[in-house]
């Protein structure tokens, strides 16, 4: 199973991230819900804070690309296996920063990828 670090996560039902958190854990990941609100999603506290030492397979995002360099940093210090960027996140510049850094990209969308069984 891969560990996947939702970046946007939220508690709010009717966002992606929260369904995607909900979907990741149905399927058998392991979930770090990471946000700049607290609360609980699934059952998981939402880190405010940018947590490390995580051994992340996938980062998700759903932050959208405007407020993605603020987290440019953390992302790629996390050194995951893979970045999905999900509808409405796609950012050509991050794409770039990850593959020079040996981190593979997909613009694709978590729900989708888990409901056909291609996570």
């Known amino acids: 199973?891969?560990?996947?670090?939702?970046?946007?996560a939220s508690d709010n039902p009717?966002?992606?991230?929260?369904?995607?958190?909900?979907?990741?854990?149905?399927?058998?990941?392991?979930?770090?819900p990471v946000g700049i609100r607290k609360g609980q999603v699934a059952g998981l506290d939402i880190h405010t804070d940018r947590p490390t030492g995580?051994?992340?397979?996938?980062?998700?995002?759903?932050v959208g690309p405007q407020n993605q360099?603020?987290?440019y940093d953390y992302?790629?210090?996390?050194?995951?296996?893979?970045?999905?960027?999900?509808?409405?996140?796609?950012?050509?510049?991050?794409?770039?920063?990850?593959?020079?850094?040996?981190i593979r990209t997909e613009e694709a969308c978590t729900l989708v990828m888990l409901s056909v069984g291609n996570y």
Request: net charge neutral; proline share 4%; aromatic share 8%.
């Open 14 to 32: 009717s966002r992606y991230s929260y369904r995607a958190v909900h979907q990741l854990q149905r399927h058998g990941h392991e979930v770090v």
């Open 1 to 8: 199973m891969k560990k996947t670090l939702v970046l946007g």
């Open 69 to 71: 360099p603020a987290w």
């Open 75 to 102: 992302i790629l210090d996390l050194k995951p296996k893979r970045i999905i960027f999900n509808p409405g996140t796609e950012n050509e510049e991050l794409e770039r920063m990850a593959q020079e850094r040996g």
């Open 54 to 62: 995580e051994d992340i397979d996938t980062v998700t995002l759903y």
